[in-house]
């Protein structure tokens, strides 16, 4: 008996072995080349040199010893993954924990927790107060006034605008610029909303424009100029001051909060960051005080005398003063008296202010695009100056200028050097975020508005900064692709507060952006196809993979022919309708740090590494059709569910039965879940006269329950990699992933909303997070991506005056918790209540809000819009000193020390078409709040204090030398280093070097 099981043994490997032996040879045979002249089967000329494998022999041979780990079921339902082979570690040096912090005057949180926002009659200054001076004032110190023509030109409303700005351009000779009578201010390709625009688009935006004044005006801004953003960010003014730009002006801040810095003369301040140690980041701001930057409200509080010394308004002309005292032409026989009137105006302005340097701005939008404007303008002020000069008794200085001579003649009074703090001048920090103009109207619908371009505007961002050649375009000659791009962080571009013929991104220009590699390699009769995977990170990231193919009989091999573990699902064009013939495919890939991963994937009978989700419809009653095939069985459950969870490794969440959406999470050594609910919610607007439009939010009161016509469909899919629940209402899909990963994937739910509310009247949709986290009337969000502002629920105010714009994350947290929102785009936010958070999705008006549009928002489109869900265990680890907007990145995205920006390479003085040897380097060092506990991480993080080596990061290249220089190239900083490329940055500072390699 004992010989026969021998035998029966020896006989079944012989069988085995003669089998396997008969496929390899089969494999060999049909593995000749083409015939010579014939086409040859040969991968992809780019990736032929990553010696790509493509025989199974070759394959068999690598993966010998080798055998794939796979995945497994556990008792509970759960799956779980292998044990990772590589270790990482979290290693973040206590001084990279610390920002000094030197205390501010005027925190602008502070401020508007001090303010009533009562909106009092101010009188002829309707928004303001009465301002009385005596005659004598400036008998010891003249008044210098300088009045400084400007005109505002949007540079995509209408091919009209465009016309007219080549207009306004050539009636101003290039020699104006060059004997400083014309001054480009700011510089930037456009005047960036500063509400939703992303830093990076920001910086590129300021470095495209400034490249362009230089070559083509001879230009170097010396001043910023924004006066029509809907809001102020803090980002603008470090961008700017790391430019070399040493002085800006802001316009459209709250009224109350006008009124209150006019009052305590605090109009002109220096802004700084709130997480700067040495007062660096400081730039001389200068806010304009009245309604508007038009004529009749900068001359002075008055408007009905300061329309009349707009010139333009001439009777017989196309516009007048709507408070019907037109100006008359300035002549001998009354120059005396209009002089007299236009003077007290210039002395009230100025007693809001520190100085006895005054800044009058003399234009409006599309301004001087006819001589006779320019004639009118020049003749007539010329004469007032004549006269106003010409008597030592007024005490007074008036000339035209630019607005560096303005600043400039504020620097020298004071006596100080340009950029620097003038003595008793107040010094600020934070943003001017809400904006009011006018009684409870508040521009924050505009940070949700059109949501369909505020995602594609990112994803184009995204796609042209992490192409491995991109980093060329914008310095190299070929910044013409991201102009698109440049033009939609303008104010009316980002906004949606355009018309939809000019809401559609110029594709054809940043279409050559999305072409990232070749997916697969010429036509040839093999059975395998490639995908080239391009990691833009600083860091190596283990991430799952997900591609579509039409066969379910596949297998995906790594660089080294290696085949992986994959998930194979089904792709769902509805609720209940699988697609046939197209399955997701699904792999789990760790990707090199900036750098390229080739798969392969090859037709194969072989099952044994692919591993098939589960699939369950929960259809609560509704008698719908169901379309399956035979690759995915679907148990369908026809009444109500009941709750039921997710898991993987790090957390459980759980969700609700009748409506599918999430209840709680529970991380994994929690004695407790936490409760994190959704819900949707319906905002309406007003009945009266005023309404919600593309850029005002006035709401009919708190929202309301979204009440769908039926119940929804639930699908749940479970799988190694990742599982989720899709829940399909009327108007809304929600789509909530649970990556089963190792790492920081693995501890966020991804969660993603497919709106569509085109059959909505006046309906704005909203999504509220709601947890047990005790956050009271705090909650937290990015400016730009680039930096945290602390945010306050303020009962005083209306509900609209309480969002936010959220162009990437916000948070709320407690002593014990935080919780992250990550955000793929930019929306409007807020916290109404203790431990919640609210986004608006999508917005459908049906009206103009009387801001310039001219039309409603009826142009929706099905817009998904993408978040990362991110729970957090606070430590009382970092017990420094942390101002709240050092608090930037999270563990989330904490894993490189510095941040690559920009690698481009400089454009030849001689062509710009051609790079010079010479590459612009820019750099960010991100500031860490180590209050967050740091486990399970899936990559390797370390931090150096801010120091690096350059010359070590270039592996074959010799680095000949090392400048810094501004942000955008256009002044040298400090002297060019042949010998030495290390590099020290402070926490959260950009820099830009040029680099030349030998």
């Known amino acids: 008996m004992k010989l026969k099981k021998q035998v029966t043994v020896c006989g079944a490997a012989i069988f085995c072995v003669a089998v396997f032996s008969l496929y390899l040879m089969l494999d060999r045979v049909q593995h000749d080349p083409a015939p010579a002249g014939g086409p040859r089967c040969c991968p992809h ?122 207009l306004i351009l050539g009636s101003a000779h290039c020699r104006l610029v060059g004997n400083g009578q014309l001054e480009m201010v700011t510089g930037g ?26 070559k083509n005006i001879g230009a170097t801004p010396r001043s910023g100029w924004a006066v029509d953003p809907f809001g102020h960010s803090s980002t603008m003014p470090y961008l700017l001051r790391r430019s070399n730009l040493t002085s800006m002006l802001i316009q459209r801040v709250h009224y109350s909060i006008k009124k209150h810095f006019a009052a305590t003369q605090n109009l002109e301040f220096m802004w700084r960051q709130s997480w700067d140690p040495d007062s660096s980041t400081e730039i001389f701001c200068h806010m304009m005080p009245f309604y508007s930057y038009d004529v009749p409200h900068t001359c002075g509080p008055d408007p009905k005398v300061c329309c009349q010394f707009d010139f333009k308004r001439l009777p017989g002309g196309r516009i007048n003063c709507p408070w019907k005292v037109p100006p008359r032409a300035i002549t001998e026989a009354n120059v005396a008296e209009r002089a007299q009137l236009l003077l007290d105006q210039y002395r009230k302005k100025s007693k809001l202010y520190r100085s006895k340097v005054l800044l009058v701005p003399l234009g409006d939008d599309f301004r001087y695009d006819k001589p006779q404007e320019w004639d009118a303008q020049f003749l007539n002020y010329q004469r007032l100056f004549d006269f106003l000069n010409a008597h030592p008794g007024l005490h007074v200085q008036a000339q035209f200028g630019t607005l560096s001579d303005y600043f400039d003649a504020v620097y020298k009074r004071t006596g100080i050097v340009p950029g620097m703090r003038p003595p008793g001048f107040p010094v600020l920090s934070g943003d001017f975020f809400a904006y009011a103009d006018r009684e409870d109207h508040y521009w924050t619908g505009y940070y949700t508005s059109r949501p369909f371009y ?113 998930q194979l699902s089904a792709q769902w064009n509805s609720a209940t309708d699988m697609v046939p013939d197209v399955y997701q495919v699904s792999v789990m890939a760790r990707l090199p740090a900036l750098g390229l991963s080739i798969l392969q994937l090859c037709k194969s009978f072989d099952s044994h590494t692919t591993l098939k989700s589960s699939e369950r419809l929960y259809l609560h009653g509704r008698d719908l059709p169901v379309r399956k095939h035979e690759t995915f069985p679907v148990r369908i459950i026809p009444g109500a569910a009941e709750d039921f969870c997710l898991q993987n490794q790090h957390m459980q969440a759980c969700f609700s039965g009748p409506s599918g959406l999430l209840k709680s999470v529970h991380r994994s050594g929690d004695e407790q879940e936490q409760t994190l609910s959704s819900q949707f919610l319906v905002y309406g607007t007003r ?110 105010l209306p509900l609209q005056a309480n969002f936010y714009p959220m162009p990437a994350m916000a948070y709320i947290q407690d002593k014990q918790s935080r919780l992250t929102l990550h955000s793929a785009q930019a929306l409007g936010v807020s916290s109404l209540h203790s431990g919640q958070l609210e986004v608006i999705l999508d917005r459908r008006l049906m009206q103009d809000d009387n801001r310039g549009l001219g039309q409603g928002l009826k142009d929706n489109k099905q817009t998904c819009s993408h978040f990362r869900l991110l729970l957090e265990h606070r430590t009382s680890a970092n017990k420094v000193r942390n101002p709240p907007a050092a608090r930037q990145r999270l563990v989330y995205s904490a894993g490189s020390p510095l941040l690559l920006l920009s690698f481009a390479s400089v454009p030849s003085p001689q062509d710009d078409s051609l790079p010079s040897a010479e590459m612009a380097l820019i750099l960010h060092r991100k500031g860490f709040d180590c209050g967050l506990e740091a486990k399970n991480l899936g990559f390797n993080c370390t931090t150096s204090q801010g120091k690096l080596v350059l010359g070590s990061l270039f592996q074959g290249l010799e680095l000949a030398s090392m400048q810094p220089a501004s942000l955008t190239l256009m002044y040298p900083l400090g002297t060019t280093s042949p010998n030495s490329t290390a590099i020290h940055l402070e926490p959260m500072e950009i820099a830009t070097f040029r680099l030349r390699f030998g």
Not at 475 to 484: E, I, S, T, V, Y
């Open 45 to 166: 000329p780019g990736l032929s040199r990553l010696h790509i494998k493509d025989s199974v022999l070759e394959l068999t041979a690598n993966a010998e010893g080798q055998p794939v780990l796979l995945p497994f079921h556990t008792p509970n339902g759960s799956w779980v993954l292998p044990p990772e082979s590589r270790p990482s570690f979290y290693s973040i040096s206590p001084q990279d924990c610390q920002f000094a912090l030197v205390p501010p005057t005027h925190q602008m949180l502070a401020v508007s927790g001090l303010l009533p926002f009562d909106n009092q009659d101010g009188g002829v200054w309707k928004q303001g107060f009465d301002i009385r001076y005596e005659p004598q004032e400036w008998d010891m110190e003249t008044l210098q006034v300088f009045v400084v023509p400007h005109s505002h030109n949007d540079p995509g409303e209408t091919p009209w605008g465009v016309g007219r700005t080549v």
């Open 189 to 214: 390709w456009v005047m960036p909303d500063e509400a939703n625009s992303h830093y990076f688009a920001m910086i590129d935006q300021l470095i495209e424009g400034h490249q362009w004044l230089e």
């Open 454 to 566: 505020k995602s594609m505007s990112r994803v184009l961002e995204h796609v042209a900064g992490a192409e491995p050649h991109g980093w060329g375009w914008v310095l190299g000659g070929q910044g013409n692709h991201l102009l698109g791009l440049g033009l939609d962080t303008w104010g009316k571009g980002l906004t949606g507060g355009r018309g939809p013929e000019l809401a559609v991104p110029p594709m054809g220009r940043v279409k050559p952006a999305l072409v990232l590699w070749g997916a697969e390699p010429p036509p040839c009769p093999v059975p395998c196809r490639f995908v080239v995977v391009f990691n833009p990170l600083e860091q190596e990231r283990l991430s799952v993979l997900s591609l579509l193919v039409n066969t379910p009989r596949v297998r995906v091999l790594n660089e080294e022919g290696q085949p992986l573990a994959m």
């Open 687 to 796: 009945s009266s006269k005023d309404k919600s439009g593309a850029y005002l939010f006035l709401p009919d009161g708190e929202a309301k329950p979204y009440a769908p016509k039926e119940p929804p469909v639930v699908r749940v899919t479970e799988g190694p990699f990742f599982s989720e629940v899709a829940c399909y209402y009327q108007h809304v899909q929600q789509t909530v992933r649970l990556y089963n990963v190792p790492g920081v994937d693995g501890l966020s739910l991804d969660v993603s909303y497919l709106v569509d509310i085109r059959d909505h009247v006046n309906k704005e949709l909203a999504l509220r997070l709601s947890t047990d986290i005790e956050s009271e009337d705090t909650f937290f969000t990015d400016l730009n991506g680039f930096q945290i502002q602390p945010r306050r629920y303020l009962k005083k």
